[in-house]
């Protein structure tokens, strides 16, 4: 295939592909939705994730704390009527020592 038959093959798939996505947006703005419920954009679903974690970050007494190197971890000396963490935060009603005892 000649360089200028490459060059038409792609100007071709790039036409068809932004004449695709327009009738696909075009189809979303008249049908709207009326067949399969609400369709969200990216940017409403980034914007509503992006509040829930915050929500979820910002409660004041939640067992969950964001950790910089495990992503999350237990609340140290968290209690609620379904979850305890004792002071080393751990998910225990008693506290350990860093080490074994010996003969443990």
């Given at each position: 295939?000649?360089?200028?038959?490459?060059?038409?093959?792609?100007?071709?798939?790039?036409?068809?592909?932004?004449?695709?996505?327009?009738?696909?947006?075009?189809?979303?703005?008249?049908?709207?939705?009326?067949?399969?419920?609400?369709?969200?954009?990216?940017?409403?679903?980034?914007?509503?994730?992006?509040?829930?974690?915050?929500?979820?970050?910002?409660?004041?007494?939640r067992?969950?704390?964001?950790?910089?190197?495990?992503?999350?971890?237990?609340?140290?000396?968290?209690?609620?009527?379904?979850?305890?963490?004792?002071?080393?935060?751990?998910?225990?009603?008693?506290?350990?020592?860093p080490?074994?005892?010996?003969?443990?």
């Amino acid at each position: 295939m000649s360089r200028l038959g490459g060059a038409r093959w792609a100007l071709w798939l790039l036409l068809l592909l932004v004449t695709s996505e327009l009738g696909a947006r075009l189809a979303l703005a008249v049908v709207g939705d009326r067949f399969s419920g609400e369709i969200r954009s990216k940017r409403v679903i980034y914007a509503e994730q992006s509040l829930r974690i915050s929500q979820l970050v910002n409660r004041p007494n939640r067992l969950l704390v964001f950790d910089s190197i495990l992503g999350w971890r237990y609340r140290a000396g968290h209690q609620d009527p379904d979850n305890t963490t004792n002071q080393q935060g751990l998910r225990s009603l008693f506290e350990y020592t860093p080490a074994p005892g010996p003969g443990g």
